[in-house]
Protein backbone atom coordinates (compact mmCIF):
# COMPACT_ATOMS: atom_id res chain seq x y z
CA UNK A 1 0.00 0.00 0.00
CA UNK A 2 1.00 3.50 -0.82
CA UNK A 3 1.45 5.91 2.09
CA UNK A 4 2.94 9.73 2.08
CA UNK A 5 4.59 10.66 4.17
CA UNK A 6 3.53 13.96 4.10
CA UNK A 7 0.20 15.53 6.36
CA UNK A 8 -2.17 17.05 3.35
CA UNK A 9 -4.17 19.35 6.03
CA UNK A 10 -6.04 22.20 4.87
CA UNK A 11 -7.06 20.52 1.37
CA UNK A 12 -10.48 21.77 1.05
CA UNK A 13 -11.10 21.00 -2.55
CA UNK A 14 -15.21 20.50 -3.05
CA UNK A 15 -16.36 17.71 -5.34
CA UNK A 16 -19.29 17.75 -7.24
CA UNK A 17 -21.76 14.74 -6.73
CA UNK A 18 -24.99 14.09 -4.46
CA UNK A 19 -24.21 15.14 -0.77
CA UNK A 20 -21.45 17.58 0.25
CA UNK A 21 -18.07 16.08 -0.78
CA UNK A 22 -14.76 17.61 1.07
CA UNK A 23 -10.93 16.81 0.30
CA UNK A 24 -9.53 16.37 3.52
CA UNK A 25 -6.34 14.55 2.45
CA UNK A 26 -4.77 13.31 -0.56
CA UNK A 27 -6.70 10.18 -0.63
CA UNK A 28 -9.56 11.19 2.24
CA UNK A 29 -12.95 12.90 1.48
CA UNK A 30 -15.21 13.76 4.07
CA UNK A 31 -19.23 13.06 3.11
CA UNK A 32 -22.02 15.28 4.57
CA UNK A 33 -25.56 13.00 4.13
CA UNK A 34 -28.60 14.35 5.79
CA UNK A 35 -27.36 15.21 9.06
CA UNK A 36 -24.55 12.12 9.12
CA UNK A 37 -21.47 12.01 7.81
CA UNK A 38 -19.58 9.42 5.94
CA UNK A 39 -16.04 8.97 5.05
CA UNK A 40 -14.35 7.28 1.73
CA UNK A 41 -10.44 6.65 2.44
CA UNK A 42 -9.09 6.05 -1.44
CA UNK A 43 -5.49 3.74 -2.68
CA UNK A 44 -5.56 3.91 -6.08
CA UNK A 45 -8.67 2.24 -7.74
CA UNK A 46 -10.21 0.88 -3.98
CA UNK A 47 -11.53 2.47 -0.94
CA UNK A 48 -12.32 2.14 2.14
CA UNK A 49 -15.62 3.30 3.74
CA UNK A 50 -16.80 4.47 7.03
CA UNK A 51 -20.47 5.13 8.09
CA UNK A 52 -23.22 4.32 5.41
CA UNK A 53 -25.76 7.31 5.92
CA UNK A 54 -29.40 6.93 6.77
CA UNK A 55 -31.30 4.54 5.15
CA UNK A 56 -32.58 7.05 3.21
CA UNK A 57 -28.84 8.10 1.83
CA UNK A 58 -28.11 5.69 0.51
CA UNK A 59 -28.06 6.88 -3.02
CA UNK A 60 -25.98 9.57 -1.92
CA UNK A 61 -23.47 7.32 -0.50
CA UNK A 62 -23.33 5.13 -4.31
CA UNK A 63 -23.04 9.35 -5.82
CA UNK A 64 -20.18 10.19 -3.53
CA UNK A 65 -18.09 7.13 -4.46
CA UNK A 66 -19.22 7.79 -7.89
CA UNK A 67 -18.12 11.29 -7.40
CA UNK A 68 -14.37 10.96 -6.36
CA UNK A 69 -14.15 8.14 -9.40
CA UNK A 70 -14.94 4.81 -7.55
CA UNK A 71 -17.84 1.81 -8.74
CA UNK A 72 -19.29 0.67 -5.55
CA UNK A 73 -18.03 -2.52 -6.61
CA UNK A 74 -15.06 -1.12 -5.55
CA UNK A 75 -15.35 -0.82 -2.00
CA UNK A 76 -12.89 -3.44 -0.28
CA UNK A 77 -14.59 -3.23 3.68
CA UNK A 78 -17.17 -0.93 5.26
CA UNK A 79 -15.91 -0.34 8.28
CA UNK A 80 -19.06 0.45 10.75
CA UNK A 81 -18.27 2.50 13.73
CA UNK A 82 -21.71 1.75 15.45
CA UNK A 83 -24.61 0.31 13.93
CA UNK A 84 -27.30 2.87 14.68
CA UNK A 85 -29.55 3.43 11.59
CA UNK A 86 -27.90 6.85 10.69
CA UNK A 87 -24.54 4.93 9.70
CA UNK A 88 -25.42 1.65 8.61
CA UNK A 89 -28.42 2.94 5.66
CA UNK A 90 -26.72 1.50 2.34
CA UNK A 91 -24.96 -1.59 4.71
CA UNK A 92 -26.70 -4.39 3.60
CA UNK A 93 -27.23 -2.57 0.06
CA UNK A 94 -23.58 -2.86 -0.19
CA UNK A 95 -23.17 -6.31 0.97
CA UNK A 96 -25.86 -8.09 -1.16
CA UNK A 97 -25.30 -6.32 -4.49
CA UNK A 98 -21.59 -5.13 -3.89
CA UNK A 99 -20.26 -8.03 -1.70
CA UNK A 100 -18.55 -5.17 0.23
CA UNK A 101 -17.68 -6.77 3.60
CA UNK A 102 -18.94 -5.18 6.66
CA UNK A 103 -16.82 -4.58 9.41
CA UNK A 104 -17.01 -3.51 13.14
CA UNK A 105 -15.88 -4.24 16.67
CA UNK A 106 -17.39 -7.77 17.75
CA UNK A 107 -19.76 -6.41 20.38
CA UNK A 108 -21.18 -4.19 17.72
CA UNK A 109 -21.73 -7.30 15.81
CA UNK A 110 -25.09 -8.42 17.06
CA UNK A 111 -25.85 -4.72 17.54
CA UNK A 112 -25.96 -4.56 13.69
CA UNK A 113 -27.43 -8.19 13.18
CA UNK A 114 -30.77 -6.36 15.16
CA UNK A 115 -30.36 -9.23 17.53
CA UNK A 116 -30.92 -5.96 20.04
CA UNK A 117 -31.89 -2.33 19.13
CA UNK A 118 -29.59 -0.34 20.91
CA UNK A 119 -30.89 3.34 19.96
CA UNK A 120 -32.92 5.84 21.04
CA UNK A 121 -36.52 5.08 21.05
CA UNK A 122 -39.26 7.41 19.96
CA UNK A 123 -40.63 7.96 23.38
CA UNK A 124 -37.72 9.05 24.74
CA UNK A 125 -36.69 11.85 22.05
CA UNK A 126 -40.55 13.22 22.61
CA UNK A 127 -39.81 13.45 25.91
CA UNK A 128 -37.21 15.69 25.09
CA UNK A 129 -38.98 17.47 21.98
CA UNK A 130 -39.80 20.35 24.25
CA UNK A 131 -36.15 21.13 24.10
CA UNK A 132 -34.84 23.55 21.18
CA UNK A 133 -33.64 21.43 17.69
CA UNK A 134 -35.60 18.70 18.75
CA UNK A 135 -38.73 18.06 16.88
CA UNK A 136 -37.32 18.80 13.61
CA UNK A 137 -34.74 16.88 14.35
CA UNK A 138 -37.24 13.97 14.56
CA UNK A 139 -39.08 14.72 11.65
CA UNK A 140 -36.04 14.46 9.65
CA UNK A 141 -34.63 10.85 11.26
CA UNK A 142 -38.20 9.55 10.74
CA UNK A 143 -38.22 10.32 7.55
CA UNK A 144 -34.63 9.47 6.46
CA UNK A 145 -35.21 6.09 7.85
CA UNK A 146 -33.89 6.21 11.38
CA UNK A 147 -36.77 4.09 12.70
CA UNK A 148 -36.60 1.83 9.90
CA UNK A 149 -35.63 -1.95 10.43
CA UNK A 150 -32.31 -2.44 8.53
CA UNK A 151 -30.37 -5.26 9.83
CA UNK A 152 -27.03 -6.30 8.41
CA UNK A 153 -27.37 -10.04 7.86
CA UNK A 154 -23.83 -10.94 8.30
CA UNK A 155 -21.69 -8.32 10.09
CA UNK A 156 -17.92 -9.42 10.53
CA UNK A 157 -15.72 -8.58 13.61
CA UNK A 158 -12.49 -7.10 12.58
CA UNK A 159 -10.06 -10.45 11.26
CA UNK A 160 -7.38 -9.06 13.60
CA UNK A 161 -6.23 -6.86 16.35
CA UNK A 162 -4.29 -3.38 15.36
CA UNK A 163 -4.49 -1.98 11.58
CA UNK A 164 -6.15 -3.25 9.41
CA UNK A 165 -4.90 -4.35 5.88
CA UNK A 166 -7.30 -2.18 4.32
CA UNK A 167 -6.98 0.95 2.11
CA UNK A 168 -5.96 3.72 4.74
CA UNK A 169 -4.75 1.07 6.77
CA UNK A 170 -7.39 2.43 9.43
CA UNK A 171 -6.53 1.14 12.95
CA UNK A 172 -9.90 0.88 14.83
CA UNK A 173 -9.74 2.19 18.51
CA UNK A 174 -12.80 0.87 20.52
CA UNK A 175 -14.63 3.28 22.29
CA UNK A 176 -17.48 2.04 24.06
CA UNK A 177 -20.20 4.53 25.55
CA UNK A 178 -22.47 5.53 23.06
CA UNK A 179 -23.03 2.27 22.06
CA UNK A 180 -21.32 -0.99 23.64
CA UNK A 181 -19.00 -1.64 20.33
CA UNK A 182 -18.48 1.88 18.94
CA UNK A 183 -15.28 2.18 17.26
CA UNK A 184 -13.04 5.37 16.13
CA UNK A 185 -10.78 5.04 13.16
CA UNK A 186 -6.99 6.14 13.05
CA UNK A 187 -5.68 6.97 9.76
CA UNK A 188 -2.10 7.43 11.10
CA UNK A 189 -0.81 8.14 7.62
CA UNK A 190 -2.80 11.22 7.20
CA UNK A 191 -3.03 12.61 10.62
CA UNK A 192 -6.68 12.04 10.93
CA UNK A 193 -8.52 10.93 13.66
CA UNK A 194 -12.66 9.65 12.46
CA UNK A 195 -14.74 9.54 15.94
CA UNK A 196 -18.07 8.55 14.40
CA UNK A 197 -20.52 9.53 17.54
CA UNK A 198 -17.78 9.03 19.89
CA UNK A 199 -16.96 12.59 19.46
CA UNK A 200 -18.86 15.11 17.26
CA UNK A 201 -18.61 18.48 16.64
CA UNK A 202 -22.53 19.76 16.00
CA UNK A 203 -25.70 18.27 15.88
CA UNK A 204 -28.99 19.47 15.33
CA UNK A 205 -30.43 18.87 18.58
CA UNK A 206 -27.36 20.98 20.31
CA UNK A 207 -27.08 24.34 20.58
CA UNK A 208 -23.08 24.22 21.02
CA UNK A 209 -20.63 23.78 17.49
CA UNK A 210 -17.49 22.18 18.46
CA UNK A 211 -15.98 19.08 19.83
CA UNK A 212 -18.55 17.69 22.37
CA UNK A 213 -20.68 14.47 22.97
CA UNK A 214 -24.02 14.09 21.87
CA UNK A 215 -27.00 15.21 24.17
CA UNK A 216 -27.18 12.49 27.13
CA UNK A 217 -30.34 10.59 25.21
CA UNK A 218 -28.47 9.46 22.32
CA UNK A 219 -26.01 7.16 24.61
CA UNK A 220 -26.28 3.99 25.62
CA UNK A 221 -23.60 4.81 28.64
CA UNK A 222 -22.90 8.31 28.95
CA UNK A 223 -20.13 7.72 31.61
CA UNK A 224 -18.88 5.32 29.44
CA UNK A 225 -18.67 7.47 26.52
CA UNK A 226 -17.18 10.67 28.59
CA UNK A 227 -14.16 8.01 29.49
CA UNK A 228 -13.64 6.71 25.65
CA UNK A 229 -12.49 10.27 25.22
CA UNK A 230 -8.93 9.48 27.15
CA UNK A 231 -8.70 6.46 24.41
CA UNK A 232 -9.01 9.39 21.79
CA UNK A 233 -6.73 12.12 23.71
CA UNK A 234 -3.77 9.94 23.24
CA UNK A 235 -4.04 9.52 18.75
CA UNK A 236 -2.05 11.74 17.33
CA UNK A 237 -4.09 13.44 14.56
CA UNK A 238 -4.66 16.68 13.76
CA UNK A 239 -7.81 16.18 11.88
CA UNK A 240 -11.40 15.43 13.44
CA UNK A 241 -13.89 13.54 11.04
CA UNK A 242 -17.18 13.44 13.42
CA UNK A 243 -20.43 11.12 12.38
CA UNK A 244 -21.88 14.23 12.76
CA UNK A 245 -21.14 18.08 12.17
CA UNK A 246 -18.07 19.40 10.30
CA UNK A 247 -14.60 18.40 9.81
CA UNK A 248 -12.58 20.18 12.52
CA UNK A 249 -9.38 20.89 12.30
CA UNK A 250 -7.25 20.46 15.63
CA UNK A 251 -5.31 18.00 17.91
CA UNK A 252 -6.92 15.03 19.21
CA UNK A 253 -6.10 16.15 22.51
CA UNK A 254 -7.67 19.62 22.74
CA UNK A 255 -10.80 18.50 21.11
CA UNK A 256 -11.24 16.08 23.34
CA UNK A 257 -10.07 18.18 26.41
CA UNK A 258 -13.19 20.41 25.04
CA UNK A 259 -15.82 17.47 24.76
CA UNK A 260 -14.85 16.94 28.25
CA UNK A 261 -15.14 20.20 29.53
CA UNK A 262 -18.12 20.88 27.87
CA UNK A 263 -19.65 17.18 29.46
CA UNK A 264 -19.07 18.50 32.77
CA UNK A 265 -20.81 21.83 32.32
CA UNK A 266 -23.81 19.80 30.51
CA UNK A 267 -24.97 17.24 32.92
ZN1 LIG B 1 -25.11 6.88 16.99
ZN1 LIG C 1 -25.11 9.09 14.54
Known amino acids: MVRLPERISTIMTKVPGDGDIVRVARDVYAVSGSNTNWVIVKDGDSCTLVDAG ?3 DRAAVLASLRAVGL ?9 VTHAHNDHIGAAEHLRTVYDVPVLMHEEEVPHARRDFLDQVSVGKVLAQAW ?3 VLPWAVHALRAGGTAHVP ?8 SAGPLDLPGGPVPLHTPGHTRGHCAYHLPGSGILITGDALVTAHPTSRTSGPQLLPTMFHTDRSRALVSLDVLEEVDAEILLPGHGPVHHGAAKEATATARDRASARV
Not at 71 to 79: K, N, Q, S
Open 131 to 133: RPG
Open 71 to 79: HPGAVTALL
Open 54 to 56: YPG
Open 152 to 159: VSEPRAFP
